[in-house]
């Protein structure tokens, strides 16, 4: 079945250092979709990428889609206590979502 | 609105015993799914539905039923609860007009653990 991994597992940064999350599948996607996870939290849909090559940005986070549709990251520029959480990947297949097992962000003031 | 809510919040079973986890949705999703997550597992879909009186099997579904009478509704029932179904489950839902691929929404969450 479609695998979907997701580095790395656990991250650790100083408040104003970058971060970023990379995706990998192990099959063509339709689309990806970002999640991010407070602790104690529900998954929150954060963005949809489709396009080959697609970029999206929101505020300080960049989102990218693979040429091949099956890869992709998530860019943080200067984190912020706030951006604490497990961000999720998710691609589209066949059928349903696959999530990634999702990358733990802390980031200490 | 509501959204995706989900009862109970926390429950505790003993082995063997059998509870039915209810999730409701108030934004007339087609699609809605049954996830559990374990510490470094991330999401495991376990059952979903496309529709009304339809369910299909997710990754993990073994031990678990679900039923789908109402458009709103989704249930999930352990049969037989044993240790390893101890984990938190979450209900989500998505509309059907983005073909099953739009953004989930996610319910807050079942803490379960069985004894």
């Known amino acids: 079945g479609q695998q979907v991994m997701q580095i790395p597992q656990y991250q650790h940064v100083q408040e104003g250092e970058d971060f970023t999350t990379y995706c990998n599948s192990s099959?063509?996607?339709?689309?990806i979709q970002w999640y991010k996870q407070r602790p104690g939290g529900h998954p929150v849909f954060l963005i949809q990428?489709?396009?080959?090559?697609e970029v999206k940005k929101q505020k300080r986070l960049t989102f990218q889609f693979g040429e091949a549709k099956k890869n992709s990251s998530l860019h943080i520029t200067a984190t912020q206590t706030t951006d604490v959480g497990t961000y999720f990947c998710?691609?589209?297949?066949?059928?349903?979502?696959?999530f990634g097992k999702g990358t733990m962000l802390l980031v200490s003031p | 609105n509501a959204g995706v809510t989900q009862t109970p919040k926390f429950r505790v079973l003993k082995t063997g015993q059998s509870m039915t986890l209810l999730c409701a949705q108030d934004?007339?999703?087609?699609?809605m799914y049954w996830y559990r997550q374990d510490p470094g597992m991330g999401l495991r879909l376990i059952h979903y539905s496309v529709g009304e009186g339809t369910t299909a099997k997710g990754e993990v579904p073994d031990g678990y039923n679900v039923s789908r009478l109402k458009k709103q509704n989704f249930l999930l029932g352990l049969e037989s609860a044993a240790p390893s179904q101890t984990s938190v489950y979450f209900c989500?839902?998505?509309?059907?007009?983005?073909?099953?691929?739009?953004?989930?929404?996610f319910g807050p969450g079942t803490r379960l653990t069985v004894l």
């Open positions: 934004m007339n999703h087609e699609y």
């Open positions: 099959t063509t996607l339709s689309n």
């Open positions: 990428l489709v396009k080959s090559g």
């Open positions: 998710a691609g589209l297949g066949y059928s349903t979502l696959t």
């Open positions: 989500a839902s998505s509309s059907l007009s983005s073909g099953g691929e739009g953004e989930q929404f």
